[in-house]
C-alpha cells in the first residue's frame, strides 16, 4: 500500500471530501492509496460472496456487503473490506453512506502488493476493534485462514490449503468447498 504524505492527520470527515474516482483507507490517521484488484482477486470475491450471500439470505440472519464499502472504526481507522457481514441484531451500525461500527465478520482478499497491509496491519486493528471473524483469502497460493478473537486474541479455526472445506464459527452452518471459491 501506498500512504499518501499529508500535512495533516486524515479524519474520517477529511476523507468523505475527497472526490478524484481513487479508492482509499485510513491507517492510523494517513490516507492510503488502495489500488483496483485484480481479476483473480474480483473472481474470488464475487465467489465467496456468493456462497456466502446464498446461506445468510437462506437462514436471514444477517446482511453482506462488498467493497468498495466504508467500514468507519473510528477517524483514524476507516478500511474497505472485501466482504463484511452483520448479523441482524447489529444492523444499526448500518448508515447510507458507510459501515460505523465494528463488523462480526470480515474477509480480506490478500494480493502480493498488499499482504503485510492486510495481515498484519488491518488485522491488528480488526483484532483490536473486537471483529469476532477474520477471513484471509490467499488466490495465488488457494489458502483460506479462518480466524477467530478468543479472549482478545486471533485464533486459527478453520484452514484450507489448495482443496477442502473450509467451516465458519460465526456463520455456524456454513461449509464451503474451497474448490468453489477458487474455481
Sequence with gaps: MTAITARKRMTYADYVKIDDNNRYEILHGELCMVPAPSTDHQSVSRNLEFLIWNFVKKKGIGKIFDAPIDVVFDDDEVFQPDIVFIK????????????????????????????????????????????????????????????????????????????????????????????????
Excluded at 109 to 134: H, L, M, N, Q, W
Design 88 to 183: 441482524s441484531e447489529n444492523q444499526g451500525i448500518i448508515h447510507k453512506t458507510a459501515i460505523h461500527g465494528i463488523p462480526d465478520l470480515i474477509v480480506e482478499i490478500v494480493s502480493p502488493s498488499s499482504a503485510f497491509y492486510d495481515t498484519v496491519e488491518k488485522k491488528e486493528i480488526y483484532r483490536k476493534c473486537g471483529v469476532k471473524e477474520c477471513w484471509l483469502i490467499f488466490p495465488e497460493e488457494r489458502v483460506i485462514e479462518i480466524l477467530t478473537l478468543e479472549r482478545g486474541e486471533y485464533l486459527e479455526f478453520c484452514k484450507s490449503k489448495k482443496a477442502g472445506i473450509v467451516k465458519s464459527k460465526m456463520l455456524e452452518g456454513l461449509e464451503i468447498n474451497s474448490q468453489e471459491v477458487f474455481d
